[in-house]
């Protein structure tokens, strides 16, 4: 099956934004709106070319995309979720040369070759609740579930699927594959590589969750938080009493924010080289109140919409940036995608040029946005912990 590509005709109520530029090399985008629940960008490639992520259709429909940033609307490919399942679809994750893309045609697995323009689902697996694919574009991970029997999957092209026994749900690959990330029974993270399955310290919490590898697979980032039940999914409540997490290959523990009563924060993605962390965080657990953060040694946890103010960044006056879930780059520069609020529009972004170094004496928080917008991300979060619960 070939990509959707959106004719001139319907893309006419797409909102393409040129690259608002700041210093050379920096740059806000704005990702395609094609109108529904909004879009939000899920991964990048190395060099800030290619993004991918979902698009909303309304009624709480989705389809995954994949945009080559360069060719503005004529680069912008919906991936449709297939014939059995014919209503949502995900882009979840992109190799580093953007070549490869990795989502779920409602629950089938896919990848997508954006040389041949073919996407084909991944042979052996006929349900997955996760999917992923490392940056060099040569090993797919994934969670098998339905009516199959419940395990993690590799996937290679020589050596097709290995399923992996004790290890319920894998979501994340180091760049060439030999460190996979996810979880074991009653959403606990853990790491499988060579040394075997370790499960991560979760510090007495109930759950954890592994969202973010470095490149060597020796850093993972998520959150580490206290029982399911107290979960809250509405358009007014989002999250957990969780904290963004840190965890070594060993399974060691680092909390990135202080345990405060009233808040909570999630990492979403690190970067290659494991020094740049992003994703949410927010007070009492309102999903207005949720501001894209990040985090190095250096800063601490800190909005991310204040740092690109102290590094010269503009255009995005008239942004609330929520959340940040995926980095590419190295020092020379970070690209980051996530999605904010953009004139009570939900919207995803891309953020190139990126440095660590700016000076961020304050950071104050955004102002208050409604939840207007919402229902796609909420959506889209609670599909994820409702499938991950249900194995």
């Not at 005709?9 to 934004?17: D, G, K, M, Q, Y």
């Not at 499988?192 to 310290?201: I, K, M, N, P, Q």
């Amino acid at each position: 099956m070939k990509a959707a590509r959106i004719s001139a005709l319907s893309v006419c109520a797409a909102i393409f934004l040129s690259p608002i530029v700041a210093n050379a090399g920096q740059s806000f985008i704005a990702v395609p709106y094609t109108g529904g629940d909004g879009s939000f960008g899920r991964g990048v490639s190395a060099d800030g070319s290619v993004v991918i992520g979902t698009a909303g259709f309304g009624a709480g429909h989705f389809w995954g995309f994949r945009w080559d940033v360069a060719q503005g609307a004529a680069g912008f490919a919906l991936m449709p979720p297939g014939v059995a399942f014919p209503y949502d679809s995900t882009a979840t994750a992109v190799s580093a040369d953007g070549r490869y893309t990795v989502g779920l045609g409602e629950i089938a697995p896919y990848i997508y070759d954006a040389v041949t323009d073919v996407r084909t689902t991944i042979p052996g697996v006929s349900y997955s609740n996760s999917i992923s694919i490392s940056a060099d574009g040569k090993t797919v991970v994934g969670g098998r579930t339905g009516n199959e029997p419940v395990s993690a999957w590799k996937w290679t092209e020589s050596g097709g699927v290995e399923f992996l026994p004790g290890f319920p749900s894998a979501n994340l690959a180091s760049a060439n594959g030999s460190v996979i990330g996810g979880q074991i029974a009653n959403i606990k993270g853990a790491v499988y590589s060579s040394a075997g399955l370790v499960e991560l310290d979760r510090a007495g919490y109930s759950f954890s969750l592994v969202n973010g590898i470095s490149a060597d697979g020796s850093k993972l980032a998520g959150q580490v938080g206290p029982s399911n039940n107290e979960y809250f999914w509405s358009d007014q409540y989002y999250g957990a009493f969780g904290r963004a997490a840190l965890w070594g290959l060993d399974g060691s523990l680092q909390f990135l924010a202080a345990d405060e009563t009233g808040k909570f924060s999630e990492a979403d993605g690190m970067s290659p080289d494991g020094n740049l962390i992003v994703g949410t965080m927010g007070t009492e657990f309102q999903a207005s109140t949720r501001q894209a953060m990040m985090w190095t040694e250096q800063t601490g946890m800190i909005s991310l919409q204040s740092y690109l103010l102290a590094q010269g960044f503009t255009g995005f006056e008239n942004w609330t940036l929520r959340q940040a879930f995926a980095v590419s780059g190295g020092p020379d520069g970070y690209n980051i995608v996530g999605y904010g609020v953009h004139e009570g529009i939900q919207q995803g972004f891309l953020v190139t040029g990126v440095t660590l170094g700016a000076d961020v004496a304050a950071v104050p928080e955004p102002a208050t946005i409604g939840t207007l917008g919402m229902a796609l991300v909420v959506t889209l979060v609670a599909r994820r912990r409702v499938r991950t619960q249900s194995r």
